[in-house]
């Protein structure tokens, strides 16, 4: 069966550390990837997605993604983190549906 | 912009009961979901529906049910509420083009069974 993986469950980083939060999937064929944020109190929405073309895809708010397919994987990144990304994190494929990782609760301190 | 709307945020209900939860998406999308998240399993996957009157069991349908008459409304049923159903459910849509598959969330229900 299809799955994802998110290898981080809590992060917790001072404001201006770097952020990477690691995702695989496990389906070989095409796929459509996501990540979705849940800010506290809020709904899910999107971050960034990936359906084609430059493997590097920009999001919201500084963050972006590398696809690097010969791996699975689709990890996030953001160079200097700040107290208002502390949420929690999402990365999702889509065949589909969407199948979705376990989530990487992420705390940033000031 | 798209809108997801669950029609509660929070629901006390008892052991027992008979619990229906409503989504509607204003945007024409003809696929919508079915969610619970529960800390440290994230999203699982209860139902989905690709039309009306369509649905398909996701990862853990059991002690629940489905309806979508229109397409804009998608109900969860949960037959006879147990506590191990406390959870929060999220419902989603999207487009029907699989090139295009960003998911809209509503913002939640968080369910209490006691």
């Known amino acids: 069966a299809q799955s994802v993986s998110q290898h981080n469950h809590h992060v917790i980083l001072s404001e201006a550390a770097s952020l990477e939060l690691g995702c695989n999937y496990s389906y070989g064929g095409t796929v459509n990837l996501f990540w979705y944020v849940q800010y506290p109190g809020q709904h899910l929405q999107l971050l960034l997605k990936?359906?084609?073309?430059?493997?590097l895809v920009k999001g919201i708010k500084g963050f972006e993604a590398e696809f690097i397919k010969s791996k699975f994987s689709f990890n996030l990144r953001k160079p200097s983190v700040q107290w208002s990304d502390t949420a929690e994190y999402f990365c999702?494929?889509?065949?589909?549906?969407?199948?979705f990782g376990t989530g990487t609760r992420l705390q940033v301190f000031p | 912009d798209v809108k997801v709307t669950q029609s509660s945020r929070y629901l006390v209900k008892r052991t027992g009961e008979k619990v229906f939860l409503e989504c509607v998406q204003d945007m024409d999308h003809e696929n919508m979901f079915w969610y619970r998240q529960d800390p440290g399993l994230g999203l699982r996957l209860i139902y989905f529906?690709?039309?009306?009157?369509?649905?398909e069991k996701g990862d853990i349908p059991e002690g629940y049910s489905v309806s979508r008459e229109k397409k804009e409304r998608f109900s969860l049923i949960l037959e006879s509420a147990s506590t191990n159903q406390t959870s929060m459910y999220l419902c989603?849509?999207?487009?029907?083009?699989?090139?295009?598959?960003?998911?809209?969330f509503g913002q939640g229900t968080r369910l209490t069974v006691v």
């Open positions: 989603a849509s999207t487009l029907g083009d699989p090139r295009n598959t960003e998911a809209f």
């Open positions: 999702a494929v889509t065949l589909g549906i969407g199948i």
């Open positions: 529906s690709y039309d009306v009157k369509m649905k």
């Open positions: 990936y359906f084609s073309g430059d493997p």
